[in-house]
């Protein structure tokens, strides 16, 4: 009775630590995704923060602060800032057909 519990705020960057941890969590991102890029976007900075901001930087060619800003929670990056960004980090988008989203014309 009256011990204290000491609690940590839980960070994704704790699970992010191997290639396998990574490309799951993008992929449920990617399929999470409500439509407009949140997401998607929030698991680029994870991603990111996860194997070093100022390498992707340099990888991609954009500012350090520019992607802290375009993969933040109000960031509205460019799609082409996105792939860059997907591209350097060495993912991949996958696409699939989903028959709930597609009507007979």
């Known amino acids: 009775m009256g011990s204290k519990i000491a609690l940590r705020k839980w ?21 999470e995704d409500p439509g407009d890029g949140s997401l998607i976007r929030a698991a680029l900075g994870d991603i990111a923060r996860a194997r070093g901001m ?17 993969l933040s929670a109000e960031g509205n990056p460019e799609f082409a800032t996105v792939m860059k960004v997907i591209k350097a980090l060495g993912l991949k988008l996958h696409g699939h057909a989903t028959t709930s989203n597609h009507s007979a014309a």
Do not use: M, N, P, W
């Not at 960070?11 to 399929?31: G, M, P, Q, W």
């Not at 100022?54 to 375009?70: I, M, V, W």
């Open 54 to 70: 100022s390498q992707l930087a340099r990888d991609t060619g954009l500012a350090r602060e520019g992607l802290y800003k375009a």
């Open 11 to 31: 960070d994704v960057l704790d699970h992010l630590k191997t290639e396998e941890d990574i490309e799951l969590y993008f992929d449920a991102c990617v399929e």
